[in-house]
């Protein structure tokens, strides 16, 4: 909750039908396939100074297209900066090696709408690892953008390639054992490791048919124990993120089948750990979670333990501490027998201005004449009064809108600083709940800027609005719309 003499922003839903109409209550992600990322907003009634409401509604404006993201541009989020430190500072996220639940990151699909979507796994798969890694928002497509092979499948490194051109950072790449895979997920890294997916089981494939060369994420490693075998958390780019996939546990025995098959008994895979380096206090894979065919850890020295001025016998780590060369670095990629139609969609600003005009739409019924859309209430304590009738200042900037799979979207944003963003969206044609997109702080070239991500049906339209408030501050963008083609 902002503080009470915060500007205070919130807006409630009308819907007219017919002549008249009512306050909606129909959810926005209707389809229950369809698992919506956002939450679900308030749209309680807060009053001005005066303890009157403040209503806006929505009159036309001038339309005018929101550009899509230059593929040369860089998102980077703020708070992994400096994810990989043992310890955040106070008030600081925890470094996400550190956080005890998978997955750490968001899933990332390589069905992300661009021409090679279906030969992007390699490169889905390292968006995955650099928002683990570094903070980087980007996708398969975006990466393709940033390396020089257009054609057909990619490899570990294309992948270092594409995230050396756009943020100068590193993975380390190499040809690795089954025990130093287990040794690198254990100790906090994130993986991409290439595999043949046919050597799966039919039940862990997330495409049953697919047999063809893959590539896929692995974000954590679990020794045997109450939760069953040895496993990985391993999050697959064909996994359909629209529809709720997260990843999931898949038997340790099966994924180093699946990578050993193609990488010649070793392990084709780029690494890294949260901030970019190996965190010096790393947990270390214990002997008994070792693969059953791994030789033994080196027996320490016993004479070492007995000269009292000896360092302390550490523990043996099996996890390598650089890059390892991969002699063959084969494409991989080969294309899944299912690859869902992404919908066409355009994202347009201006299409309705906020009008102060249309008073008492709050009621219910609502009166007819109301606007459909959304009717804004705000507080504004130690701000404007409750009977000025101009709007908040349209002093948000709506920079950069982009599909990044079916029904799942990003809004870059530009709030004043200091203030707190939001982002709110609605069904264009019904009304409804509000939702509250997820909100995150990042640079964008360099520039601080806002990245709100959301998950809708992505057949209906949708309109959205950001907003900030703060000490002294409030905001509004102008509504922007999402228009899919049919």
């Known amino acids: 909750m902002l503080a009470s003499s915060s500007l205070l922003l919130r807006f409630a839903l009308s819907a007219v039908v017919g002549g008249g109409g009512a306050i909606g209550t129909a959810a926005v992600a209707a389809k229950p396939q369809i698992v919506s990322t956002a939450r679900d907003g308030q749209p309680v009634a807060l009053t001005g100074a005066g303890g009157a409401p403040v209503e806006f509604g929505l009159a036309p404006g001038n339309p005018q297209p929101i550009a899509p993201l230059p593929a040369n541009a860089t998102i980077q989020l703020t708070s992994f900066h400096a994810a990989g430190e043992s310890a955040p500072p106070d008030g600081e996220e925890m470094p996400a090696w550190l956080k005890p639940s998978t997955p750490r990151i968001p899933a990332i699909t390589q069905f992300d709408g661009g021409p090679l979507q279906a030969v992007n796994c390699v490169m889905a798969s390292g968006a995955m690892l650099a928002r683990l890694a570094f903070g980087i928002v980007t996708t398969g497509s975006q990466l393709r953008a940033l390396q020089d092979d257009r054609e057909g499948a990619t490899n570990l490194g294309n992948l270092a390639t594409a995230v050396g051109t756009g943020w100068g950072v590193r993975f380390f790449n ?275 800027v806002s990245v709100a991500t959301i998950t809708l049906d992505p057949a209906i339209d949708f309109s959205f609005v950001a907003t900030a408030s703060g000490d002294g501050v409030r905001a509004l963008s102008p509504v922007g719309t999402l228009e899919v083609n049919t």
Not at 248 to 262: G, H, N, Y
Request: aromatic letters at 10%.
């Open 174 to 448: 190499g040809a690795v054992t089954t025990l130093q895979l287990r040794a690198l997920l254990y100790g906090g890294a994130g993986a991409v490791i290439i595999g043949n997916y046919g050597e799966l089981p039919i039940g862990i494939r997330v495409q049953p048919s697919f047999t063809g060369s893959h590539a896929v994420y692995v974000d954590a490693f679990r020794p045997a124990g109450p939760d069953g075998p040895a496993a990985y958390y391993v999050m697959d780019p064909i996994g359909r993120t629209w529809a709720g996939y997260k990843g999931d546990w898949w038997p340790a025995e099966d994924v180093e089948r699946f990578a050993t098959s193609f990488g010649g008994g070793l392990v084709h895979s780029s690494w890294a750990f949260p901030g970019g380096s190996v965190p010096a206090d790393h947990p270390v894979l214990p002997r008994d979670a070792y693969p059953p065919d791994a030789p033994p850890p080196p027996t320490p020295d016993p004479a070492a333990s007995l000269d009292p001025g000896a360092s302390p016998v550490v523990p043996f780590d099996p996890m390598p501490v650089d890059s390892t060369p991969v002699e063959d670095d084969t494409p991989s990629g080969d294309p899944p027998p299912d690859v869902p139609t992404f919908p066409v969609v355009d994202f347009v600003e201006g299409v309705f201005e906020m009008d102060p005009g249309f008073q008492g739409c709050l009621a219910s019924p609502t009166p007819p004449g109301c606007p459909r859309g959304i009717v804004g209430v705000i507080d504004l304590a130690g701000g404007k009064t409750a009977t000025d009738p101009a709007p908040p200042p349209l002093d948000i900037k709506l920079l950069y809108a982009n599909p990044i799979a079916p029904g799942t979207y990003q809004i870059l944003f530009e709030p004043p600083p200091g203030s707190v963003p939001n982002l709110w969206v609605w069904d264009t044609s019904t009304g409804g709940p509000l939702l509250e997109a997820t909100v995150e702080a990042g640079e964008l070239d360099g520039k601080a």
